[in-house]
């Protein structure tokens, strides 16, 4: 595992930025896991100034999303495909027939035909190249809430309390937001060739510890990263203020600076 940590927010989004923009040069019909929430904004204001300014083109990139609220149709204002269509996609070349969001308004009685068809859409574009995630504040990757299993498939889930609470900023009351959503499982994410995991602000220092230094546990779904043979993780320096191995984290960075190679 490669931990990045940067100075500040702004720095953190640049560097999300380089290794995205420097898989789409070398393959430009990569497939993309995108996350939603407030830390990847950055991220994808970065990616839209590459494209305008670098002229970066996404014409050949797919994208699937992680997740979405159960019950939202896609022009909700809260909905995660008004998310990316607002944040990303309207500003960039990709396709709309390549960028797939699981559909929030799909009946109860297909959602397991249509969790399982997600799948095989992931499958059949030749699986993740690169999947980007946030950690929850509960250790959550997608809402994969604690838990769930570290072999768990995209399905409906339940939303913990305290997603409930972190994400009602983003709603008129708590009492709107929705309490089940579709996500990608753990196994699923598992799959992807490589992984990076954004963090960012001091709130999220304790369970990012817990998730790259702690023991790997479905009571913190981000720990099943672990497992991975390719994860970077990219976070600022307020959120990596309780890693136990900062020190050395910023050791390896400083080496891999002044010989301009990562060392993983």
């Not at 494209?51 to 083109?57: I, V, Y």
């Not at 027939?97 to 969790?115: L, W």
């Not at 409906?156 to 009492?175: H, M, P």
């Amino acid at each position: 595992m490669r931990v990045i940590i940067t100075k500040d927010y702004y720095e953190l989004s640049r560097e999300a930025s380089v290794v995205i923009s420097s898989l789409i040069n070398k393959k430009p019909g990569c497939v993309l896991g995108l996350a939603t929430g407030s830390t990847p904004l950055g991220l994808y204001r970065e990616l839209v100034r590459l494209h305008k300014e670098e002229k970066l083109s996404f014409s050949s990139v797919k994208t699937f999303n992680l997740d979405e609220y159960y019950g939202l149709n896609p022009s909700h204002p809260q909905s995660y495909r008004h998310f990316m269509d607002t944040n990303l996609f309207r500003h960039i070349d990709i396709k709309p027939e390549n960028t797939f969001v699981p559909e929030g308004n799909i009946k109860s009685e297909e959602a397991e035909e249509y969790c399982r068809g997600y799948e095989e859409e992931i499958k059949k574009n030749g699986g993740i190249d690169l999947q980007v995630l946030g950690i929850g504040g509960d250790g959550h990757i997608a809402f994969n809430e604690p838990g769930s299993s570290l072999g768990s498939r995209t399905r409906i889930v339940a939303l913990d309390a305290r997603t409930i609470a972190d994400n009602a900023r983003f709603f008129n009351k708590a009492e709107e937001v929705p309490r089940f959503a579709l996500s990608m499982g753990v196994g699923t994410i598992l799959e992807a060739r490589e992984i990076i995991l954004l963090a960012a602000g001091s709130n999220k220092a304790p369970i990012l510890a817990q998730a790259l230094e702690g023991p790997i546990t479905s009571m913190v779904t981000a720990s099943a990263i672990q497992f991975h043979p390719r994860v970077t993780v990219i976070t600022d320096e307020e959120a990596a203020c309780s890693l136990a191995r900062y020190p050395y984290y910023k050791f390896i960075r400083d080496a891999e600076q002044k010989i301009n190679t990562p060392l993983f």
